[in-house]
């Protein structure tokens, strides 16, 4: 065996024990497969390879185990020969050492991704060589070789190696197998867990055929709570994978018991999957089943259930969220974008004229357009959301003629839900509905308000003046944009004279984010006060304040009570701040009132990790509200963070594009007196702050004018370009030049000029070398990005780029010689011939090429595709 060569880490003082006599100290690196070579005996290699995997050494096989993947190597050209190294694999398997076996399976995942890679036949050679050895060694007595087993074949699905009719013939009947209630236990918890892990890589149909019904029998294992905690911590998985109608027929109810374990360990592992298993389930599902069964959770007994459940607060109530209600939607790449007002409003101006062509109306307080639609006395007496009989033939012609409102519209939503939501019942027992005429005007609004003053000792009707307070000062922010919208959604659609001026007749309603306030004051008598206002404020709250269920926003809401943080988590503030974007994504702007002061007192929080969390999310809380509420409640908190510790300025720098570019221009322009102090930090050591500042500077010369820019930015990007760290320095130099394109593309080019003329001033005549070497950088990236007119470049910063040619120092020359060759000379002005300046390159370049520094002699004479080479490799490493 004195052919076989090892590497030890551990030195080789035990080499004598197994017969390692012929190596020294000076063995290392010597290929694992030398055994393979030529030695004293007359064997072949494949001789030798079966003499040493079946040798009665154990260290020997260890050795054949561990080498395996560079035998395949060497025999992988010859079928015969890859056959029977094959065989011999699998007959190694079968070695009764458990760290033979153990050594053999950790080469599986290796050994299977080169035969993928290099054998045409792989599926075949894997499925009989290598998968019974993954399934066989699942049931290994050996604890070792049982989790080796277990890890390679979740390696196998997560590259793909592993075949469908593999898994659900082999390795899905061997986990069905352990699964019995009775396997052994050790068998039974390791094969839960695998099935959980492997169920997410698994198809729909495979789950539903082979594992689900296991699944929900170990979800009530009253056996072994190891085996509970596991489903229960991989139950969102399974809900994802089977979809809605298996999840609510097959796993609710399981889950209902898991939530309920004797256990609080398995009640924890619940909570926190809560918000998977709620979006494979239907909105009545979630609303009636799953609402009260998180309030369960998060009034637990155990402190550890409850922190797991406030922690998924706020998860779960954005699974409530509906994309069309909020008019928002989420990109691709995971940003909100809000969807144009002018299309949902035809949106729901279809579906208003389609209501009030299919309903008929309760009361005789009716608008004259509703009482000319409803002629008919047979009708007065039927719901206002019960649709009338089908039309009879001739109106069902006129209806199926072509009408172009009709196809370029949204299809209508099933509003169903939302019409039993909004009826409230009379004390007669007669039911009470909105009026189909649509918004309350604010006067009407404004009107319950002051009657609600007299009733103001009830705590009902305090809660209700507060609603519609807040209701009122979102509608005033937002009733100008609400106007105009409004003025070009009419433009836009395809209503007739009499429609329109139906709809003109209640142009000055109440628009609350977006959304109006429904009227039901029409349709309740006016000498009515309380029974008015009763409709009107219970009708609002069911409309816009039912989103969600009251009682998870008031336990969300709680999360900022100081004392939660004493009896459930000392950083339950931080979690209330992290999931408050999507709760008030939930929620929509119209209902941004119920969230304000606890966006504040987190905004004011003592803990600098829950004002940081807020700050790194405000621009997106900024999309959600709008325009006119990011003004009038964001933008003082925003302030705050400005001025706040710079781990919570990072926060708002990282996104300060992304929240001044949401601001109107006036409001925008208030923030150039303060990026200033950007370049001011609690440390001044933090670079990387500074870097922060010039990347999103880069980003927010778009959003200013020419002068701003040359006013203002300008000052700024001169500072960080002095900076004393150089990556800070280099990418302010992109800044500078992305300044430079601003003026002139402006058509600023006094601006420009002056800009460049400063430039010259302060880099190419820089006393430190580093200014001179920044000079030729903005030079190259000027003409690449032809940030400025190129004969504006050649008549003034051309020449004091040639001037630094002869500079002393050889950095700055290797810069130079770079600018000229790879951007200047290439350049189609520099080019034509009869250049003014064609001479002076020619010149420059010749005492480049000609230059006592290697480096510089090297870019001189570099040509594109070298230079493409070159950065192409430096971008790799």
């Keep these: 065996f004195s052919g076989l060569s090892l590497y030890f880490e551990d030195g080789h003082d035990d080499l004598d024990d197994f017969g390692f006599d012929d190596y020294g100290s000076d063995c290392d690196g010597i290929r694992i497969t030398a055994f393979l070579d030529a030695g004293q005996d007359d064997l072949t290699p494949l001789g030798r390879l079966e003499k040493y995997a079946f040798s009665e050494n154990v260290f020997n096989r260890q050795i054949v185990a561990r080498g395996l993947l560079d035998v395949l190597r060497e025999f992988s050209d010859n079928e015969n020969d890859f056959i029977s190294v094959m065989e011999t694999v699998a007959r190694m398997s079968e070695d009764g050492e458990p760290t033979v076996r153990a050594e053999l399976m950790e080469q599986v995942p290796n050994i299977a991704l080169f035969l993928h890679e290099n054998r045409p036949n792989f599926p075949a050679s894997f499925s009989r060589y290598l998968v019974p050895i993954v399934v066989r060694y699942l049931t290994d007595p050996n604890n070792q070789v049982r989790k080796t087993s277990q890890a390679a074949l979740l390696v196998l699905m997560e590259q793909g190696l592993v075949s469908k009719s593999d898994m659900e013939g082999r390795v899905c009947p061997i986990l069905l197998d352990l699964t019995e209630p009775s396997s052994d236990d050790d068998y039974k918890i390791e094969a839960v867990a695998i099935m959980c892990k492997l169920v997410t890589m698994l198809s729909k149909d495979t789950v539903e055929h082979l594992l689900l019904l296991r699944f929900c029998e170990l979800c009530c294992d009253t056996r072994l709570f190891q085996v509970r905690k596991v489903c229960a911590a991989n139950f969102g998985e399974f809900c994802a994978i089977v979809g809605l109608e298996a999840t609510e027929k097959l796993l609710m109810p399981k889950f209902f018991e898991l939530c309920s374990d004797s256990l609080w360990g398995i009640r924890k592992a619940c909570a926190e999957c809560f918000m998977t298993v709620s979006n494979c389930t239907s909105p009545e599902v979630r609303r009636s089943k799953l609402s009260p069964l998180f309030i369960s959770l998060i009034s637990d007994q155990s402190r550890w259930v409850r922190q797991a459940a406030f922690q998924s607060l706020g998860r779960f109530i954005s699974t409530f969220a509906n994309p069309a209600s909020i008019g928002l939607h989420f990109r691709e790449d995971g940003s909100l974008r809000e969807i144009r007002l002018s299309c949902i409003s035809r949106h729901f101006r279809g579906q208003s004229l389609y209501l009030q062509s299919s309903v008929t109306q309760s009361s005789e307080h009716m608008s004259p357009t509703s009482t000319e639609q409803n002629q008919n006395p047979s009708h007065k007496s039927l719901n206002p959301y019960q649709t009338s009989p089908p039309p009879s033939e001739p109106e069902q012609e006129s209806l199926d003629t072509f009408n172009s409102f009709l196809y370029w519209r949204p299809p209508l939503p099933d509003i169903s839900l939302e019409l039993e939501l909004l009826q409230v019942e009379r004390p007669e027992g007669e039911l009470l509905t909105l009026d189909a005429e649509g918004p309350a005007t604010s006067s009407q609004i404004q009107k319950v308000l002051d009657c609600l003053q007299l009733h103001m000792d009830d705590p009902d009707v305090q809660a209700q003046v507060q609603v519609l ?31 329109a001026s139906t709809e003109s007749s209640t142009s000055q309603t109440l628009s609350v984010g977006g959304a109006h306030i429904p009227a039901t004051i029409a349709v309740v008598d006016e000498s009515d006060t309380h ?53 008030a994504l939930t929620l929509g702007r119209q209902n941004w009132h119920c969230l304000k002061d606890t966006y504040e007192t987190l905004a004011s929080d003592v803990q600098w990790k829950v004002r940081r969390t807020l700050a ?18 964001l933008v003082p908190i925003f302030n705050g963070f400005l001025k706040d510790l710079d781990e919570v300025r990072i926060g708002v720098l990282k996104h300060l594009y992304d ?10 322009r208030e923030y150039l007196y303060q990026l200033q102090e950007f370049l001011v930090t609690d440390n001044s050591r933090n670079w990387r702050f500074r870097y922060e500042l010039a990347e999103q ?13 040359y006013d203002y930015l300008r000052q700024i990007a001169l500072s960080l370009c002095s900076d004393k760290v150089s990556e800070v320095r280099w990418i302010s130099y992109k800044l500078v030049v992305e300044i430079l394109q601003k003026l002139y593309s402006s058509g600023a080019d006094d601006l420009g000029l002056n800009f460049a003329n400063e430039l010259v001033l302060r880099f190419c005549h820089c006393p430190k070398w580093v200014g001179r070497q920044a000079f030729a950088f903005v030079c190259q990236a000027i003409v690449e990005d032809r940030s400025m007119p190129m004969d504006q470049f050649a008549q003034h910063l051309l020449p004091s780029l040639l001037s630094l040619t002869s500079d002393p120092v050889a950095n700055v020359r290797v810069l130079v010689a770079k600018a000229l060759r790879q951007s200047v000379v290439e350049n189609a002005y520099f080019k034509s011939p009869g250049g003014a300046y064609l001479d002076a390159l020619d010149e420059a370049m010749l005492s480049l090429q000609a230059d006592k520094d290697r480096d510089v002699r090297f870019f001189a004479t570099l040509d594109n595709a070298q230079h493409n080479t070159i950065n192409s490799t430096s971008k790799q490493t």
């Design 469 to 499: 307070s807040a209701a009122l000062k979102a509608a005033q922010l937002e009733s100008q944009s609400d106007v105009a919208e409004q003025e070009d959604s009419l433009s836009e659609s395809n209503l007739s004279p009499q429609e």
């Design 531 to 583: 029974s008015m206002v009763r409709v009107l404020s219970q009708q609002f709250l069911i409309k816009y304040l039912n989103v969600i269920p009251q009682q998870l926003l008031d336990q969300y809401l709680s999360m900022t009570d100081p004392a939660r943080a004493q009896t459930v988590d000392t950083e339950i503030a931080k979690h209330c701040a992290f999931s408050l974007p999507g709760v």
């Design 616 to 633: 790194f999310s405000i621009h997106e809380l900024a999309v959600i509200l709008g325009d006119q509420l990011t003004a009038a409640d």
């Design 659 to 668: 929240f001044l570019k949401l601001l109107h221009l006036e409001k925008r």
């Design 697 to 709: 500077l880069i980003l927010i010369i778009d959003l200013y004018s020419h002068n701003d820019v």
